[in-house]
């Protein structure tokens, strides 16, 4: 595919540069992985998991959609999450959300976009939920701003309300869920210090009696 020609180029150049450090880098890791982290932020193409956290192939393991969601039913995102604390036994979920993030916005308008507006509604209901706080601000992007955080803290939230979490919690498997947020500005992560790592943290409606 000739349109592709440059990512090729840019694929054996990349692959060279790591081989050249270590020539047994792609072989040792094609054996198996045993990152520490899952990822879960926004598809923008500014916000690369691995590269911005200066992270090499194994360290990181990542989900991206629009807007850095865990949707109740979504499939994907919960087989991803199962899958990285079940088997791949990764210690620290990151929902990393960021500023000016084109997903939060749109939600804050009415805009008719079609298929995604069902994804959008979800971060709607976010704003329902904290609308007097948002609504004192003035400015659209510091309203945007203030909803992608708390959107991140809905997320957080909607992590640990799943089984998968609290079986492992149950478990004695110690996973940690922490709230970022990325400065698309500055390309710096900030802690929102809502890491939540035991069941006592989870509203009491959402902590489920395992069997
Ligand atoms: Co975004």
Redesign the pocket.
Known sequence: MEALNTLFDKNKIWAKEITETNPNFFKELAKAQSPKYLWIG?S?SRIPASQLLGLQPGEIFVHRN??NMVIHTDLNCLSVIQYAVEVVKIQHIIICG?DS????KAALGKHEYGLIDNWLRHIKDVYRSHQKEIDLLQDDDDKANLLAEKNVKEQVANICNTAIIQKAWKTGQEVTVHGLMYSLETGLLKDLNISMNRLEQVQEIHQLILK
Do not use: F, P
């Not at 993030?101 to 939060?104: F, I, L, N, S, Y």
């Open positions: 926004c923008d629009i807007a960021h993030c084109g997903g939060v």
